[in-house]
């Protein structure tokens, strides 16, 4: 399977932004019973879980930096999974990854996910 991670960018802060990930590959069928999930990675940090929806896209989470600014959806039928993200600040600045989970279940922790996309820089000026 293979997640790519689009609609990254330089913005201004309040700005919005849709980042958008695509399931690929042999086995693109698991990433439509799977868990998604996003997280983000800014210089100098550890990477951190941002969002995440499970497969039938009526369970969410979100990290508290978040809530209430971005968005979590997915259309199965595109095997795409999207992070609408309104209201961004300087400290949203960060590569953005998607990732499948192991289950259809999503979780906070990185260990729940089994493929990862390759990022998408996002930059958020004040």
């Known amino acids: 399977v293979q997640l790519q991670a689009s609609g990254g960018g330089l913005v201004q802060a309040g700005d919005s932004l849709r980042l958008s990930c695509a399931a690929s590959g042999r086995y693109i069928r698991t990433t439509s019973n799977n868990g998604m999930g996003w997280f983000r990675q800014a210089p100098g940090k550890e990477r951190e879980f941002v969002a995440a929806i499970n497969w039938r896209g009526d369970s969410t989470g979100y990290a508290d930096p978040v809530k209430g600014r971005f968005t979590v959806s997915r259309d199965n039928a595109k095997n795409t999974v999207y992070l609408q993200m309104n209201s961004l600040k300087p400290e949203d600045t960060a590569v953005y990854y998607c990732?499948?989970?192991?289950?259809?279940?999503?979780?906070?922790?990185?260990?729940?996910?089994?493929?990862w996309g390759q990022g998408t820089l996002v930059t958020v000026s004040s």
């Open positions: 990732a499948a989970s192991r289950t259809s279940a999503w979780g906070r922790n990185s260990g729940a996910y089994a493929y």
